[in-house]
């Protein structure tokens, strides 16, 4: 059984940082890309980054220079470091991969505010 479990979120200032982490399990993680999304109130959720099992990095333009997707297979782990932050980027940030169909998981709020 696919599980996938974010943590991490919280509130922070403007300009302040946070670590999110998704801890997978259910499938081979080191086989698998990775992806965090978000969505903010009454938008449609978006890809913001995504890691793929060889390593590489694509990231959302608007999140570009400010966020690091990376991944630790030895602990099935994925985490999205976010500097920088803005309160634009205030939103519910979901761990996703496709493991033979969509899997997401619960999802943690991040809110950006003074």
């Known amino acids: 059984q696919v599980q996938l479990v974010e943590s991490g979120g919280g509130l922070v200032q403007p300009g302040g940082s946070l670590r999110l982490s998704c801890a997978a399990s259910?499938?081979?993680?080191?086989?698998?890309?990775m992806s965090w999304y978000r969505q903010a109130p009454g938008k449609e959720r978006e890809r913001v980054a995504r890691i793929l099992r060889g390593g590489s990095t694509t990231y959302a333009d608007s999140v570009k220079g400010r966020f690091t997707i990376s991944r630790d297979n030895a602990k099935n782990t994925v985490y999205l470091q976010m500097n920088s932050l803005k309160p634009e980027d205030t939103a519910v940030y979901y761990c996703?991969?496709?493991?033979?169909?969509?899997?997401w998981g619960q999802g943690t709020q991040v809110t950006v505010s003074s």
């Open positions: 259910g499938f081979i993680f080191g086989s698998n890309g």
């Open positions: 996703y991969t496709f493991y033979l169909k969509d899997y």
